[in-house]
């Protein structure tokens, strides 16, 4: 029989191996930043390279596929207000002046109406106060030898063990040694846990979630660390722990006691500038219909001067609204209705009584709603978002149905992220 020739030996190069030959490495410089992740952007021979914590002007370095960092020489960079910024996973941009970090956030804006062939004026970004954003979600993650609290850091589950924080409110920060002592007596063993905080004109209102079971003594210990930090409320695992005080929050002149949890604006100071733009736009309308209305931020404060059908689907958050209507007698008439908006939005005929619309839907949008607002005859119609992209496909919509866009203005309430706020205001041509 015969024999197959023996293969030679050839050592095969394993990915631990250097690279064979010299290893390629150029400078490039970043171009801009990206308006989803707020990275760096480079573009290297139809490549498309990122880079966190990096602004456009820093040089970068380009060898065999792996980007690093150069000298930071943007003229646009200052110094992080935190010392936990570029490990926390909670701000991405605290590395960029403001100015800059305004410019860009009404750039994202304009790149998004334009995407959508939106002709509409942007206005300057309005930028909210540091230290201003009034609720967060904290998490704890217990192990044998340690126990971080805080956010998650950068693009990793890992926990970052926060000491204090430059966009949260003086209160929320003070209270965090507090909020990690909640935490970590009801954490079990190897189990996240987290802790959603609400700074309330009555206090701090804390929704404790994936904890272990109550008993006296865990309810003895959170009673004391409840009564040292002066809490409002404490929910645990959905359940009503204690209260010391209802939590209240007031819109206009009517006080809402949200439930647990509860949706709202992350910052007051961005109440305050969307309420001023609507009362702008709407002017003397005496009928107006709140979507997506939430607890009342708009629909409460512009029932000051109108007539007011606020409708969410969510009913806590409604009941809440509506006994804070109830005990408010200086408000015109409120009607708060539960409804889907997404199953069931309202038909044109159901606008036909209405001068005005508020819609302020979650990030997707409201794409169904939006196709009948298009469709009605309301003369008036203020649009808030915080997504910049479904935004101007809404607002594409409402143009399409014969409506005329004013100024859209950009708000940077969600310091030192990509997020944006943004309002509109359409009126019938």
Request: overall charge positive; hydrophobic content about 40%.
């Amino acid at each position: 029989m015969r024999k197959r020739p023996r293969k030679k030996n050839r050592k095969k190069r394993k990915p631990t191996d250097p690279p064979v030959g010299p290893a390629v490495s150029k400078t490039l410089t970043i171009e801009r930043l990206d308006p989803v992740t707020g990275h760096g952007v480079v573009f290297d021979a139809g490549d498309i390279l990122t880079l966190a914590f990096t602004a456009p002007g820093d040089e970068i370095t380009v060898s065999d596929g792996t980007v690093t960092p150069g000298a930071p020489i943007s003229d646009c960079r200052r110094s992080p207000p935190c010392p936990h910024f570029g490990e926390c996973g909670g701000c991405q941009l605290q590395h960029i002046a403001d100015d800059a970090l305004a410019d860009w956030k009404r750039s994202i804006v304009q790149d998004a109406l334009g995407r959508h062939d939106v002709d509409a004026p942007v206005a300057p970004t309005i930028t909210v106060p540091a230290a201003s954003r009034r609720r967060a979600r904290f998490t704890l993650q217990r192990t044998k030898k340690t126990a971080p609290f805080g956010f998650r850091a950068a693009g990793e589950h890992r926990i970052v063990d926060m000491q204090t924080c430059a966009i949260l409110t003086p209160d929320i920060v003070t209270a965090l040694p507090s909020l990690r002592a909640i935490a970590l007596a009801g954490a079990p063993r190897k189990r996240a846990v987290t802790l959603q905080v609400t700074q309330t004109d009555a206090g701090l209102d804390v929704m404790a979630e994936e904890m272990k079971g109550m008993d006296l003594p865990l309810q003895e210990t959170l009673s004391g660390i409840a009564e040292r930090a002066d809490l409002a409320r404490l929910v645990w695992n959905g359940e009503l722990l204690l209260q010391r005080r209802p939590p209240e929050l007031r819109f206009g002149s009517a006080v809402v006691r949200p439930p647990p949890g509860a949706f709202l604006q992350a910052a007051r100071e961005t109440e305050t500038v969307i309420l001023d733009i609507l009362r702008t736009a709407i002017g003397e309308a005496k009928n107006i219909v709140d979507l997506f209305c939430g607890l009342g931020t708009f629909a409460l404060p512009l029932a000051e001067k109108a007539a007011v059908t606020a409708i969410d689907s969510d009913p806590a958050m409604i009941a809440a609204l509506d006994a804070g209507a109830r005990t408010c007698p200086a408000l015109r008439p409120v009607t708060a209705q539960t409804h889907d908006l997404f199953r069931n939005p309202l038909l044109p005929d159901d606008l036909a009584r209405f001068d005005a619309v508020v819609i302020d839907p979650p990030r997707t949008g409201a794409k169904a709603q939006v196709e009948h607002l298009a469709a009605s005859m309301v003369p008036a119609i203020a649009m808030v978002s915080c997504n910049p992209a479904t935004f101007a496909r809404d607002a594409r919509t409402l143009i399409d149905g014969g409506y005329r866009p004013g100024p859209i203005v950009p708000i940077d309430q969600f310091r030192w992220s990509p997020h944006t706020e943004v309002v509109g205001i359409f009126r019938r041509a």
